[in-house]
């Protein structure tokens, strides 16, 4: 029954989905923030200088992620970097 | 045992200091002694919408400096019996109000009183942290829009952290009151609904309240809207209040009806 009118109107993506989705990606974003240690923005930066003595990885190859797990705290990392053919 | 619960939001306009006069009023209609808090510094608008503005003589920074005592300013409602509030000040100077201050009032008033309730001023600074210092519950207020659930969500996170009851590793009760909701634009996919922001705030709705035209024709009265009996916003907020006493009452004014001739005519005043 929800959202049948939009159903039938076949638009594009109704604007309260695109405002929940939004609202999920910023919400996550600042709880991660509020909840992040204050020597993490310099781990941070670290690692992506140490990343790039040894890769061609731009700054937007590296991506780290912080996660408050239920007993640990984790970061996740995720580099990728051109292709180099032998 | 006096509870202090601060009603917040984050962001302006969403519809605190309506709750917190309405919901305040239905309190004191239930037989509890009840008082309401201004802490919006500068601006002052519960009294307005509480309907006693020119009553006014002193005020909370009033007390805290000692300039006037507790019973002096203290305005007592004309329509309800036990209900109280407490205005805010009109000076400009925000840091006038401190925490040592609050704490000694909010203790007075905790032998008098069984609710206090705070109004909080907007934003996430230091006025909106002072409103919920000493809170043991909180009512956070939420437009469905997107701007205010993340700023709502940003309260959350303050008072999980920035109250004392947090610093003591206690936590504060909250529960969530959505506002000027518009079953019709949430039908037609153009309003979240308000499963969409409890799934999102990921804290138990108390409460919802219709876009109501009766809230502005009560605000510009003076009277609360919980006192318009006939209204829907009314009637939702008097729903409020016995859910927050524990009582559980289904929520109204979630779904669209599409209105029939019939109930164009006769159906309830919007
Ligand atoms: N349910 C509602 N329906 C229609 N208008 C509302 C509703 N709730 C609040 N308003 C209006 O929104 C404006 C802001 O409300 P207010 O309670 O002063 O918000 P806040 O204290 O959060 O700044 C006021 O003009 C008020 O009349
Ligand atoms: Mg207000």
Known sequence: MKRLRSFFQKEACPSADVACERLKIMINQDRMQRNQPEFLPRLQSELIEVIRRYTQSDQGDIQISYHNLPQRTQIELNVSWPATRS | MAKVVVITSGKGGVGKTTSCASIGTALAMQGHRTVLIDFDVGLRNLDLVMGCERRVVYDLINITTGEAK??????????????????????????????????????????????????????????????????????????????????????????????????????????????????????????????????ILAIPLSGVIPESQAVLRASNQGIPVVHDSESDAGQAYMDMAARFLGEDRPMRFIDFERKGLFSRMFGGRR
């Open chain 2, 70 to 199: 507790l019973s002096q300013a203290l305005i007592r409602d004309k329509r309800v019996d036990n209900l109280y509030m407490l205005p805010a000040s009109q000076t400009r100077d925000k840091d006038a109000l401190t925490f040592e201050g609050i704490e000694l009032v909010i203790n007075e008033l905790k032998q008098e009183f069984d609710f206090i309730l705070c109004d909080s001023p907007a934003g996430i600074e230091r006025g909106a942290v002072m409103a919920m210092y000493f809170a043991d519950e909180a009512i956070v207020v939420t437009n469905p829009e997107v701007s205010s659930v993340r700023d709502s969500d940003r309260i959350i996170g303050l008072l999980d952290s920035k109250t004392r009851r947090a610093e003591q590793g206690e936590s504060v009760r909250t529960c969530l009151l959505v506002t000027r909701y518009d079953p019709e634009r949430v039908e037609h996919a153009d309003m979240m609904s308000v499963q969409d922001i409890e799934e």
